[in-house]
């Protein structure tokens, strides 16, 4: 009851800082999404590199000083998309970034002790995963033509996410034989993913009534791109997890785990959406 307890009073936190973040103001959540991609960053190294926190960086100083640079690139990133889709700024704002990345790679013909690759490859596949998925949400927040910020579709690709996960759940504990993906997630059941498709078809269709201006086909494809997106988003992570041998990402969030375990979804689903409104919605 006790495990129970936590984790319901940290999803209710989770779910309110979120939503206020994204409608109280753009600033609000340009604030809230630097942290979490900076906060996403530190995980991902975490994982990937075994550090052991204080120790680590005590033994290593070289290390602790590029995972605080990387994260810093990657809130960068982040805050460059949000200034560059809301019209702010042009494409200019990359530059550092850029730069940035060409340094990466300078720098690695220096590092004598590790393989210089490996160390390549790790940062522009955290560089891509975590601040690059992260900063999609930008381009889905502000309309493309008039640069307004408009939080609703981002929020909807939460809202379906937690539905999704709600009846996933539901279902999957209660009916779940087939294994989706046992050796990734053996938890994850067919029966599940059914489930939380359901329910998010049926919030689409609830929408489609309440918000007519979008067709509710969009809506059903709305949803079942975000499940489905975010199903695979899930995989990814946990087969991350599981290649570094560790149960969640980080105990940020008691009772949920990490920022990687609670954003895992959205990050994969976002880019999707981002596409099928530029296409189909907003051309």
Known sequence: MKKLFVRTATGIVYVAVIVLAMTLHPYAFL???MLVAGLSLHEFHTLIRHNNGTEASARHPEKSFSRWLEIAGGIYLFAAS?????GKISEIIYAPYLLFLIFILIAGLYHKKENPVNRWAMTFFSQFYCAGLFSMLNFV???P????????YGLFIFIFIWLNDTGAYLVGTTFGKRRMF???SPLKSWEGFAGGLVIAWMAALTLAYFYPVVSWYHWIAFATIIVLFGTWGDLVESLIKRTYGVKDSGTLLPG??????????MMLATPVIW???RFFIQN
């Open 31 to 33: 604030a809230l999404f």
């Open 82 to 86: 949000f200034f560059y889709a809301s």
């Open 141 to 143: 927040v502000f309309d």
């Open 145 to 152: 033509t008039n640069k307004t910020y408009h939080p609703y």
């Open 182 to 184: 046992p050796r990734v």
């Open 256 to 265: 949920h785990g990490g920022i990687l375990d609670r954003f895992d979804s």
């Open 275 to 277: 596409l099928y409104l």
